[in-house]
């Protein structure tokens, strides 16, 4: 079978100036190629000028060239600008995608000498990695020439780029490392925590925008900060944003402002966040909570570098790094409609996966001795106030609970233990009291309907299994220190528990 030929090419000034007889009897470089000795199947055409002018364009088009009007195709591209060589290879890869592009069944041929610089780079790069295909230019001297040159880009160019990129990176990250002392304010110990510290370190170092994810408490605007503080734009505005604080009608005066009149109530002008934040960095927290109109109008941001304010017509150009940050599972929202797919990639360039307290191994016991000598100085000198120490029994009730809170969570628990203790040490009892109420809906559950053939031991052994996977998760598989959490006098009373249990018992003792 025979396979198809496509043209495709951009519109460019030229093109459109001989079609409205302003060049003579020049045909312009589309004409040009289409009335040679190749005739193409199907001619597909890209356009960023005004529509109608296009359109009236194809028309002279099919006259000169004598294509039948199905064979040419006409298609809008709102690019930020023709010279944007990003949006122009966003823009185009994903028309080509939407036409069902590339296939077996069709040869594609690009014409380079329409459009800007940009746009012609731009058909070279696809036509050698995306979307193969020829490429042809066309001139007044020489009429259709093809466009032939030696290159492959995964053999004579990545694995050059790929390692100048690690040497560079491995540069920014020791640099990274010997100059960003903003991350010792995240007290850890745990690798799970250390690793993301290792990934922030290295995104600092970029203009990139960053999403932090991670369980309500984790310490996403703390790592927020540390980035700032540690890229080139320290110094600069650091403005943080609680997007689920904001009433969905005002978010978009809030972001990007407005202009007196604007709306009802806008009685002044509002400069808005991003131009708060202008030379250094926007903290968006919990951006998946932003409206859909919002959302639209920061990927516009994103992509173009510019806002423009309620009420006003010509845009603002601004210089602002977007850190974002959300509990939410952004990848649900976007396959439901509720989060932009376009603005979650563009967000997600740098991307942290902050781990929950309860997968931190030996972070509890860390942070709470970190928490007290916090509180203890806040309190020091005031007459009422005693110098606390916590129990071990306290302690070991601190790390067997599930924290859904996280670290907020433990701060504030620890505060009201030694706001309520009566003496100088803060017990098991003071922290039992001190914790909220957690709800006891699920467990309940499992034991609300009773029938025949119900097991109680079955039952207590599944909660047993449950609770020793916690504990070894808790310590790091390790079976003296999950022994202890669960208050069994050794490690050897853990392993005939798991044995019992049907439990796998390989695991380290140390």
Not at 5 to 22: P, Q, R, S, V, Y
Not at 50 to 62: A, V
Not at 70 to 93: E, F, M, N, W
Not at 385 to 394: D, L, M, Y
Request: net charge negative; with cysteine; proline share 4%.
């Amino acid at each position: 079978m025979k396979n198809r030929t496509w043209l495709i090419a951009w519109i460019g000034a030229a093109d459109h100036e001989c079609a409205e007889g302003k060049r003579g009897s020049d045909l312009g470089p589309i004409a040009t190629a289409l009335c040679g000795v190749k005739r193409y199947d199907r001619v597909y055409l890209l356009t960023n000028y005004d529509f109608d002018r296009s359109k009236g364009y194809c028309t002279w088009l099919e006259a000169v060239s004598k294509y039948e009007s199905s064979a040419i195709d006409l298609y809008s591209v709102d690019l930020t600008s023709p010279i944007d060589y990003g949006d122009i290879y966003t823009q185009v890869s994903s028309n080509l995608q939407q036409a069902g592009l590339p296939r077996d069944d069709v040869e594609l041929t690009f014409h380079v000498s329409p459009g800007t610089p940009a746009m012609a780079a731009i058909w070279i790069i696809l036509s050698k990695t995306r979307f193969p295909a020829k490429l042809i230019q066309t001139s007044r001297e020489k009429g259709v020439e093809s466009v032939d040159f030696v290159f492959d880009l995964a053999s004579d160019f990545l694995p050059e780029y790929l390692q100048r990129s690690g040497e560079r990176v491995r540069r920014l990250s020791d640099a990274a490392q010997l100059s960003t002392p903003e991350f010792e304010k995240i007290i850890h110990q745990s690798q799970a925590v250390a690793s993301q510290i290792g990934l922030a370190r290295r995104i600092a170092a970029y203009e990139v925008p960053v999403l932090i994810l991670g369980e309500t408490g984790t310490g996403k605007e703390l790592f927020a900060e540390a980035i700032h503080a540690a890229s080139s734009r320290a110094g600069q505005p650091f403005v943080a944003v609680n997007c689920g604080a904001i009433a969905p009608e005002l978010a978009n005066s809030e972001l990007f402002g407005h202009k007196k009149g604007a709306f009802t109530g806008a009685t002044a002008d509002r400069k808005g966040h991003f131009l708060e934040a202008s030379g250094g960095t926007l903290f968006l927290d919990e951006v998946g909570d932003l409206p859909l109109d919002t959302q639209v109008r920061l990927l516009r941001a994103l992509q173009s570098h510019e806002i423009t304010p309620m009420g006003q017509s010509k845009p603002i150009k601004i210089n602002t790094r977007i850190l974002a940050a959300t509990h939410r599972d952004l990848s649900a929202d976007v396959a439901t409609g509720r989060f932009r797919e376009d603005l979650f990639h563009r967000l997600a360039v740098g991307i942290l996966q902050l781990p929950p307290l309860r997968e931190r191994t030996g972070d509890v016991e860390l942070l709470t001795h970190h928490f007290l000598a916090s509180i203890n100085a806040d309190s020091e000198g005031r007459p009422e106030a005693q110098n606390k120490t916590i129990t071990p029994a306290a302690l070991k009730l601190l790390q067997s609970h599930a924290w859904p809170g996280n670290v907020r969570e433990l701060y504030h628990t620890l505060l009201r233990a030694v706001i309520w203790s009566a003496g100088p040490d803060v017990s098991d009892h003071d922290i039992q009291a001190a914790m909220l109420p957690v709800s006891r809906t699920d467990l309940l559950n499992q034991f609300q309907v009773l029938s025949d053939g119900f097991e109680l031991q079955e039952r207590l052994d599944d909660v047993a299994r449950s609770l020793i996977i916690q504990a070894l998760q808790q310590s790091g598989q390790r079976k003296s220190a999950a022994a202890k959490l669960l208050g069994f006098a050794n490690h050897q009373t853990l392993a005939n528990w798991m044995k019992r249990l049907g439990m796998s018992s390989e695991i380290s003792q140390n």
